[in-house]
């Protein structure tokens, strides 16, 4: 199983972003799918999740009104609309998925996970 994980890049403050990221041999519709990021020298931190259907998204109260995350089960995709961008933002971006109904925030809870993607934010 690989999650491929595309998107990132060096912006600067304000600017937006839109991650995405695609399963290799998982079937995608039946897995809640996460977004995670992990910034040097900090421990992996959740950042949302997107049940089944999509109908149900959870954020970190950091990203709360600024990111989006959605997910297209006909495309197979997961995406991360990252708006008004921080420097604090910085960090490399995981997708992640998980069988169970149910959105949670543990990075160790994962099953699945894709090798990232880098953002930047300058100042």
């Known amino acids: 199983v690989q999650l491929q994980a595309s998107g990132g890049g060096l912006v600067q403050a304000g600017d937006s972003l839109r991650l995405s990221c695609v399963p290799r041999g998982l079937r995608f519709s039946p897995y809640t799918m996460y977004w995670f990021r992990q910034a040097p020298g900090k421990e992996r931190e959740f950042v949302g999740g997107v049940t089944r259907g999509g109908d149900n998204k959870r954020y970190a109260d950091s990203v709360a009104g600024r990111f989006t995350i959605s997910r297209d089960n006909a495309k197979k995709t997961l995406y991360l609309q990252m708006n008004n961008l921080k420097p604090e933002d910085t960090a490399v971006y995981y997708c992640?998925?998980?069988?169970?109904?149910?959105?949670?925030?543990?990075?160790?809870?994962?099953?699945?996970w894709g090798k990232g993607t880098q953002v930047t934010v300058s100042s």
């Open positions: 992640a998925a998980d069988p169970s109904p149910v959105i949670m925030t543990t990075s160790r809870a994962m099953n699945y």
